[in-house]
């Protein structure tokens, strides 16, 4: 092996070279290893910076009155004071212009049933308070629409005897206001905030007969 170096010594600067690089190269990958990739993820996708997944992630709605998954308690349904409960959220995204509160259950025998429908919230607030009044205009600003018992406001959960329902609390961060009526519906309002929405916050409460 050392004659043939000797014979050829461009083979030995092409070996150094090439040693030098894959250095070079392993020093890069593991001091930097977002730019060796490109930041490309695992299935080859670009994935969003770390504040946009931040900030999707800790926009989160709560329910004072019953922990994600468990029952509402009976003074929020039909059979009690058909109140609305009181709800928190966290900050939405920044460039949130308004929010959209909309509480349905998708397994009313009829189909899904919507049961609150609220649009144009201003961006800073972060609560309903409990027993929302049923006007078409929200104190402090937004509007409320129509729910499927024809109702303005909130109509509580109201299913028939059997297996509990589901009731979704969906919260929509939107880079726009819709500036509909009040009085509008669920259809009214998706079709209005359809490629507006920046972030979706959801909690689930259950209830049965």
Known sequence: MRTRLRRHPFLVSAAL???ASNRVGASQVAGSPSRALGWLGRDGSRPASA???SSRDEFVIRAEAFNPGTDIPRKFSCQGSDSSPALVWTDPPAGTQ???LIVDDPDAPAGTWVHWVLYDLPPSTRRLSEALAPTPEVIGGGRQGVNDFGKTGYGGPCPPPG???????KLYAL?????LK???TKPDVE????GHVLAKAEVIGRYRQ
């Open 17 to 19: 070279a090439l040693l």
């Open 51 to 53: 504040q946009q997944r």
């Open 98 to 100: 308004s929010l959209v």
């Open 163 to 169: 297996k509990p329902h589901r009731y979704f609390f």
């Open 175 to 179: 880079d726009t206001r819709l500036n």
């Open 182 to 184: 009040a009085g509008g």
């Open 191 to 194: 079709r209005a905030m359809k």
